[in-house]
C-alpha cells in the first residue's frame, strides 16, 4: 500500500513551490509524483507536420519527489504525515498520524 496515491490532494513543503496544493496525477516508479500545477518547466518544442503539432513554448509539470510534498489533510488544512493501521474486519487503511482519522473517509 502506497502512503500517497493517484487522486490525492497534497501540499508542497520544500523548493520554489512551497506551501502549493495540488492533485497527484501519477506516481513514477522512483518514487517522485507527478502533481498537477507543481513544478512547472516551460519546454521549447519544434513543429512537427506529420504530427499536425506546432512548435513554440509550452509549459508542462515535472515529477517532484515524494519527500518534498505531504497529504492534505482537510481537517486542518495542513500537510500532514501518513501512517498506516489494520482495522477489526482485517482492512489496512491509511491514517493521519496527527489525529488518527481515517484518509478519505
Known amino acids: 500500500m502506497e502512503r500517497l496515491v493517484k487522486g490525492d ?25 507527478l502533481v ?3 513544478n512547472l518547466v516551460k ?6 507536420p506529420a504530427l499536425g503539432s506546432a512548435g513554440g513554448i509550452i509549459e508542462k509539470e ?8 505531504a497529504l492534505l489533510n482537510p ?3 495542513k500537510g500532514d504525515k501518513v ?5 477489526e474486519d482485517g482492512r489496512k487503511v491509511r491514517v493521519f498520524k496527527s489525529n488518527g482519522e481515517v484518509v478519505g473517509a
Not at 22 to 32: H, L, S, T
Not at 43 to 48: A, E, I, L, Q, V
Open 75 to 77: 481537517a486542518t488544512g
Open 36 to 38: 498537477q500545477g507543481i
Open 62 to 69: 515535472m515529477p517532484i519527489e515524494g519527500s518534498n510534498i
Open 83 to 87: 501512517g498506516f493501521k489494520v482495522l
Open 43 to 48: 519546454k521549447h518544442t519544434k513543429p512537427n
Open 9 to 33: 490532494q497534497v501540499v508542497v513543503t520544500t523548493g520554489k513551490d512551497r506551501g502549493k496544493e495540488g492533485e497527484v496525477i501519477r506516481r513514477g516508479q522512483d518514487g517522485k509524483y
